[in-house]
């Protein structure tokens, strides 16, 4: 599992991934830049990271996906790839705010390579 935060990330009441996810990712198809965290991609450093920069931004359902379009442009502007993990790939856990109520965050095991188990399902807004 990830170490981070002194081992309290991700949170004990994460559960394990077994359902299909969607992401927002840059590329068709989905590479494993895609699928950097916060922290991975060097956006927020180690040291002053919250649990969920340590994990992905995901949704559960395809209407969260929409409604995450409707809501937040930059979505509009991304593909989204849909993957069907199970507990082989990590862990997630609802991380709903005011703008997206059925958010998740996903936290994915050391190592696991999710750019192959992910396909592109939906083009960015302005292409479809």
């Known amino acids: 599992m990830i170490e981070c935060l002194n081992g309290t990330c991700p949170p004990d009441d994460a559960e394990v991934a077994n359902c299909t996810v969607y992401r927002a990712v840059e590329s068709d198809p989905p590479t494993e830049q895609d699928f950097l965290s916060y922290v991975g991609s060097k956006k927020v450093s180690p040291a002053k ?3 969920d920069d340590w994990g992905l931004s995901v949704w559960c359902d395809l209407k969260a996906v929409e409604h995450a379009r409707d809501v ?9 790839a849909a993957g069907n ?3 082989q790939h990590g862990v997630l856990k609802a991380s709903p705010s005011k703008k997206q109520p059925r958010h998740f965050t996903f936290w994915n095991y050391v ?3 999710l750019a192959p188990t992910f396909q592109v399902i939906m083009p960015p807004a302005e292409e479809g």
Request: with cysteine.
């Open 49 to 51: 990271a919250k649990c």
């Open 72 to 80: 937040i442009p930059h979505f509009q502007e991304r593909y989204i």
């Open 85 to 87: 993990l199970d507990g």
């Open 111 to 113: 190592n696991v390579q």
